[in-house]
């Protein structure tokens, strides 16, 4: 069983910046993927940015050239940087990791885009 555990959300003004946190408890080099999904209110859940065991990173449209997926393998790590945030970016996050055919989810954390 995979336990991640999500931190770093928060309120910022729009335009500033942010950087999400992601713990796992096994290496992540032995986990598929992992990655963010985001559940705004009234909107579906969608994915933000994930990340392959190779390295391979895809963003969702919507933060393309804004966020940045990376990992740092000796803190088990998965980081997610935000900049130029704005209004529509406000949601909860949820880290993602894919092992096998099986995903887990970590507990969510907000974040909160307002002046």
């Known amino acids: 069983q995979v336990q991640l555990v999500e931190s770093g959300g928060g309120l910022v003004q729009p335009g500033g910046s942010l950087t999400l946190s992601c713990a796992a408890s096994e290496k992540i080099f032995s986990i598929n993927r992992m990655g963010w999904y985001r559940q705004a209110p009234g909107k579906q859940r969608e994915l933000v940015a994930g990340?392959?065991?190779?390295?391979?990173?895809n963003y969702g449209d919507s933060v393309k050239g804004r966020f940045t997926i990376s990992r740092v393998h000796a803190k088990n790590t998965v980081y997610l940087q935000m900049s130029s945030l704005n209004a529509e970016d406000t949601a909860v996050y949820y880290c993602?990791?894919?092992?096998?055919?099986?995903?887990?989810w970590g507990q969510g954390t907000q974040v909160t885009v307002s002046s």
């Open positions: 990340i392959t065991s190779g390295g391979d990173r």
């Open positions: 993602i990791a894919d092992v096998g055919w099986d995903r887990y």
